[in-house]
């Protein structure tokens, strides 16, 4: 992790008050915003593709994500 990327002692804070329920909640909500983000990204590169087109390159760089 790059130190601006570090959560801060009030992120920590709040994160360790959160119920598992919430941080799910939380969770998901980024990984969808990430998928929207790529999504928009890839209309970007190709605006002649259609919705399923794009839809399907962002299940592919998805699926095929590594960490």
Do not use: C
Not at 11 to 38: P, T
Not at 49 to 61: G, K, L, N, P, T
């Amino acid at each position: 992790m790059l130190p601006d990327e570090e959560p801060t002692p009030e992120q920590i804070k709040i994160f360790r008050a959160m119920s598992g329920e919430e941080r799910l909640r939380l969770a998901e909500r980024l990984y969808w915003s990430a998928r929207n983000m790529k999504k928009a990204g890839v209309r970007a590169q190709h605006p002649e593709w259609s919705e399923e087109q794009i839809e399907a390159e962002v299940r592919q760089i998805f699926l095929n994500a590594r960490t």
